[in-house]
């Protein structure tokens, strides 16, 4: 199937909110590396009050506990619509805030719980630090196998279950400082705490989850054309922290 007769769906979740440390980048990268394959992009922002619809993509971004709260009203207002999504193997990716309310609750210090949608079988507490600084993480399924962006984050994430990470940390903190893992993945939802932002750094991770989406629509395996990435990978390469 030709590219250029393909279409994608791109959501992007409540951005006036859960936008922090230019999370729009990871919209650009997605659009972009669609449009330069000459795959037409459908694309809408949901703000508050806002119905959710059908879409290939979903994407939320990160932000402060306050802006979490009411993010998650609106999210477990249409948990069980989000839930029929992924079973539908519809693609996630939420940033560390976001990727905090796609587990089963987010408990901040001091306040009340945040509900979570459940979409992966995680969940967050507010943790005594703030973690701040480079990531690099390793995964056992992208070619390079390498991860790497900017971490922000108080909350301790512990995956369950099915919910497996993303990465292997080497530099960093990622999900907790304590277990090694960062982010998580669960069918085609993933969460990650790296900030950046984390796609225009990460162009292989992108086109993974543009390849999962096309599956999802089509039905079938679609391997995307090369594009020219020498720019993004030499980026890549030089953020690469080395754990000494
Ligand atoms: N408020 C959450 C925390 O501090 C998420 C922060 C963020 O999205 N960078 O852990």
């Known amino acids: ?54 879409h ?3 994407f939320v971004g990160g932000g402060q506990d306050k802006q979490q709260e009411e993010v998650a009203d609106e999210l477990y207002r249409q948990k069980d619509f989000l839930t029929e999504e992924r079973d539908r193997n519809a693609v996630f990716l939420g940033i560390c805030g976001g990727y905090q309310l796609f587990g089963h609750y987010y408990q901040p210090h001091n306040k009340d719980r945040l509900n979570g949608i459940s979409l992966m079988d995680a969940y967050t507490v507010a943790g005594n630090t703030r973690f701040i600084g480079n990531v690099t993480a390793r995964t056992d399924f992208l070619e390079p196998q390498t991860l790497v962006g900017f971490e922000n984050h108080s909350g301790l994430t512990f995956l369950q279950g099915e919910t497996k990470p993303l990465a292997t940390v080497e530099v960093g903190n990622g999900n907790n400082g304590k277990d090694k893992t960062e982010g998580g993945r669960y069918k085609n939802v993933f969460g990650t705490y790296l900030h950046g932002s984390f796609l225009p750094k990460n162009p292989h991770f992108a086109d993974y989850m543009i390849e999962l989406a096309l599956e999802k629509r089509y039905g079938e395996k679609i391997t995307l054309t090369p594009l020219d990435d020498k720019l993004e990978l030499d980026t890549h390469k030089a953020l690469i922290h080395k754990a000494y």
Not at 16 to 23: C, H, P, T
Not at 25 to 33: E, F, H, Q
Not at 39 to 54: L, Q
């Open 1 to 54: 199937m030709g590219e250029k007769n393909l279409k994608i769906s791109i959501a992007h979740l409540y951005p006036k909110l859960l936008n922090l440390y230019g999370d729009i980048g990871n919209i650009i990268t997605l659009k972009k590396r669609c449009e330069w394959r000459y795959i037409e992009v459908e694309f809408e922002n949901i703000n508050i009050g806002d119905s959710i619809k059908e």
């Open 56 to 58: 290939d993509i979903y």
